[in-house]
């Protein structure tokens, strides 16, 4: 078929410059193996185009990608089947011109080749009407669609309102109003109606059926968005050819203050926050398959409060069904996770703020209209009294302190997800579990104490030599103790409970300096960003290859990892992951007893 070429820069320029051409391919065109004796350079300038140099995996390129063709390695390249490919080529060393041509790639090889089409409309039917989001290097992006429409505070969201025409989805959506967490100060702003989504896709409209990575932001139960720029799901889509889709909720306050003694229509707003992102797992049941998901292989993953929304999840029978496997990382503390709120302690929460607003059973409608400052405001002030009175450690400096969290009230929450008996909720039963920590967490931060030891004695060096064989003896004076033990907990009694497998791991490399509270993010997102940049190529590779693996089929695996155990209690199979990452058993069980000897799990 016909190839359009013309010259950009001769290879006789009096210059001496790099011979340069732009070059056209017709759909289905595509060009014999060849070779450039001094290498080539592609830049792609339009339409959808495939590259491939021998015996690596076939590259397609969109506008503004770049490929090199090293000097003397044979390749092809040329456009998809459905759209025509332009790109400059050039010929980098003008020495070096010499050209050979080999067989073409054959009929039955290019039909094998992954389809892919231009869009340069990519409008997305959803049940409440159609949304329009961009496209660019090979990712469709939708941002800020309404899952759901909060019409009233401290009740559940509705069905959204459907709207005419196509909406565009081009702008993150609002957040919720952001509350105080660990001994921060509230920021307010954001809005109560803030049930929106953000969608990153390879294709729609395909019939992809790819896994669906549905991410739960940290920032406790109290802060944080979505729409971090560090969470966007650009480079983890592409790369692992999935379905990142972000999640906005009611946080704080708005989230999970109980007022379910003050009427009916409140029955549930100890747990709208939740409720929000169980709206959210529905919506992506009635829609996800159009932007090329499968809705019947839905992963829950989060980092932090992110994690321990996912444990609520597990925990609560209303979520049931509406995934199938869940990921947290560093998403437990013995008053977050591994514990809610008790009704006890919710209740009287409830009774503080409503004292300081002066609100009663006689005009709780009141509190529909008072500002969030004033509500945020009294919320925080009847947080430090409950801690105080119920003696609540505080997770981060000495003393009591709480946050906003979840309240197992009987019903949403039928127990704790951690049951008193030592078993797990019956609602996770059935969901693997992928749960970790990181060696570090907050020991290397200067944040309001760290749980670490001043000193290395001779019994500590010895243990987290055997526990962490290779790191420095100096490491072992920041070793996580608030997180692990809690971690450890629910994988033991997870798996205990006979159902689907636990996957444990640490998080021990230290490609930003040390393996601190997010520092896997960069990684598995493939992003620069809050978090820093996290580290090399070859981490990167492996961190979202093992996340997305666990998404496609419930196993982490990666080239890069040995085969990855089940964790039982006997043989306590843990991951370290780490540049060299190696399967470990019970490897840190007595390290724990010196560092945290008052937990029993």
């Known amino acids: 078929g016909p190839v359009y070429l013309s010259s950009i820069i001769s290879g006789d320029n009096v210059a001496g410059a790099p011979e340069m051409h732009y070059v056209v391919f017709e759909p289905g065109v595509i060009n014999n193996w060849h070779t450039h004796e001094g290498g080539q350079i592609l830049i792609a300038t339009d339409g959808i185009g495939y590259h491939q140099i021998e015996g690596q995996p076939v590259e397609?390129?969109?506008?503004?990608?770049?490929?090199?063709?090293?000097?003397?390695?044979?390749?092809?390249?040329?456009?998809?089947?459905?759209?025509s490919f332009a790109h400059i080529a050039v010929n980098t060393n003008p020495e070096k011109p010499g050209l050979e041509w080999f067989d073409i790639l054959s009929d039955e090889e290019y039909a094998q080749l992954p389809r892919v089409k231009e869009s340069s409309d990519p409008v997305v039917k959803t049940t409440a009407g159609s949304v329009r989001g961009s496209f660019h290097n090979g990712i469709y992006s939708y941002l800020g669609i309404p899952y759901a429409e909060a019409k009233e505070m401290f009740v559940p969201a509705s069905e959204v309102t459907p709207w005419d025409g196509v909406r565009d989805a081009l702008d993150y959506g609002a957040t919720s109003p952001q509350g105080s967490f660990l001994g921060g100060s509230s920021s307010g702003g954001g809005d109560n109606n803030c049930q929106n989504l953000n969608i990153w896709t390879p294709g729609i409209h395909?019939?992809?059926?790819?896994?669906?990575?549905?991410?739960?932001?940290?920032?406790?139960?109290?802060?944080?968005?979505?729409?971090?720029?560090?969470?966007?799901?650009?480079?983890?889509?592409?790369?692992?050819?999935?379905?990142?889709?972000?999640?906005?909720?009611?946080?704080?306050?708005?989230g999970f203050l109980d007022l379910s003694d003050y009427g009916e229509k409140y029955r549930y707003s100890a747990n709208v926050g939740i409720m929000d992102i169980i709206d959210a797992l529905q919506w992506i049941q009635d829609n996800i398959e159009a932007f090329g998901g499968d809705p019947q292989n839905v992963t829950v993953f989060g980092q932090s409060g992110g994690g321990a929304k996912v444990l609520?999840?597990?925990?609560?029978?209303?979520?049931?069904?509406?995934?199938?496997?869940?990921?947290?990382?560093?998403?437990?503390?013995?008053?977050?996770?591994?514990?809610?709120?008790?009704?006890?302690?919710?209740?009287?929460?409830?009774?503080?703020?409503?004292?300081?607003?002066?609100?009663?059973?006689?005009?709780?409608?009141?509190?529909?209209?008072?500002?969030?400052?004033?509500?945020?405001?009294?919320?925080?002030?009847?947080l430090a009294q409950a801690a105080q009175e119920y003696q609540i450690a505080a997770p981060l400096a000495e003393g009591y302190g709480t946050e906003w969290e979840p309240v197992i009230e009987g019903d949403f929450f039928p127990t704790e997800v951690l049951t008193g008996d030592g078993g797990f909720a019956e609602s996770g039963k059935d969901i693997p579990l992928l749960i970790g920590s990181n060696l570090n967490e907050w020991t290397t931060f200067n944040f309001g104490g760290d749980n670490t030891e001043d000193t290395v004695s001779e019994e500590l060096a010895a243990a987290f030599a055997t526990a962490y064989p290779g790191k420095p003896e100096s490491e072992a004076a920041h070793v996580d103790t608030l997180i692990r033990p809690s971690i450890r907990r629910i994988m033991v009694q997870k798996a205990n409970q006979g159902g689907a497998p636990v996957y444990g791991y640490v998080f021990t490399y230290e490609g930003a300096g040390s393996s601190y509270h997010g520092a896997e993010l960069p990684l598995i997102f493939r992003n620069d960003g809050m978090f820093g940049s996290g580290g090399s190529d070859e981490m990167k590779d492996t961190m979202a290859d093992l996340w997305v693996s666990f998404a496609r089929n419930g196993v982490p695996s990666a080239d890069s990892v040995p085969e990855w155990e089940p964790f039982t209690r006997d043989n306590g199979a843990t991951m370290i992951l780490d540049e060299t990452s190696y399967m470990a058993h019970h490897h840190d069980e007595e390290l724990m007893k010196i560092l945290a000897p008052e937990y029993d799990y």
């Not at 669906?212 to 560090?230: C, E, K, P, R, Y």
Request: glycine share 14%.
């Open 60 to 83: 397609v390129l969109y506008p503004g990608d770049v490929a090199f063709c090293p000097p003397g390695v044979k390749h092809w390249h040329g456009g998809s089947a459905d759209t």
């Open 312 to 382: 609520a999840l597990m925990g609560t029978p209303y979520a049931k069904g509406l995934f199938q496997k869940g990921i947290i990382q560093s998403g437990a503390t013995p008053t977050v996770g591994e514990t809610f709120h008790s009704l006890e302690v919710s209740k009287r929460l409830t009774e503080l703020v409503l004292e300081k607003l002066n609100i009663s059973k006689n005009n709780i409608e009141e509190i529909q209209s008072i500002p969030y400052s004033e509500l945020s405001a009294a919320g925080d002030a009847a």
């Open 206 to 254: 395909d019939g992809g059926k790819r896994p669906v990575m549905v991410w739960l932001h940290g920032g406790g139960f109290a802060s944080g968005s979505a729409n971090d720029a560090g969470y966007n799901g650009t480079n983890l889509s592409s790369y692992g050819d999935v379905v990142v889709v972000g999640v906005n909720h009611r946080l704080n306050i708005t």
